[in-house]
């Protein structure tokens, strides 16, 4: 699988968009970009993922470049209850998916 | 739906007992993942199953670690004998069938060990 790179933290205003970068290089051609996210003590929620198109669900968007190797979670009105460790992962066919450290997301009330 | 199901939600056990965590995927669910956690380590991939049969073992610590799908409704996993730093969350993730790799994993709430 590919490895992913993601800030170790971020900051953000509750009511104000949260955007996480990710960097995947290495992407190969049919590998997805998930999403997940893990809030303190609860296991990890899937939130998105794509392939090349962007994406959008009642959760969040995802940006995905066109030579996709970076790609961008948008919260489009963060809350309080978006403080969470949010991974980035790349999803290829050994169905494996290998959680990074993530970047923990700090919603600033 | 319930979700994934794990019992117990906490265990405490003292170093040498066998220890079992047990697992229920979400129904019509075909792949089956065990995680651990740690503030060290992170979210580890231990083993994973499809089709009940187990798929990549890589990721089990050592020889003290085993897991079973006697079908598709249940697993466990078994540490024995038990040592203080497998100390740690233990997650249990099911992914229902998709086109080739690609399914989003639904976690389970997690087992909270401590051995002491």
Known sequence: ?????????????????????????????????????????????????????????????????????????????????????????????????????????HILP | DAGVIQSPRHEVTEMGQEVTLRCKPISGHNSLFWYRQTMMRGLELLIYFNNNVPIDDSGMPEDRFSAKMPNASFSTLKIQPSEPRDSAVYFCASRSPQGGSIGTQYFGPGTRLLVL
């Open chain 1, 1 to 105: 699988d590919a490895k992913t790179t993601q800030p170790t933290s971020m900051d953000c205003a509750e009511g104000r968009a949260a955007n996480l970068p990710c960097n995947h290089s290495t992407i190969s051609g049919n590998e997805y970009v998930y999403w997940y996210r893990q809030i303190h003590s609860q296991g990890p929620q899937y939130i998105i993922h794509g392939l090349k198109n962007n994406e959008t669900n009642e959760m969040a968007s995802l940006i995905i470049t066109e030579d996709r190797k970076s790609s961008t979670l948008i919260l489009p009105h963060a809350t309080l209850r978006d403080t969470a460790v949010y991974y980035c992962i790349v999803d290829g066919w050994d169905d494996k998916i290998i959680f990074g450290k993530g970047t923990r997301l």
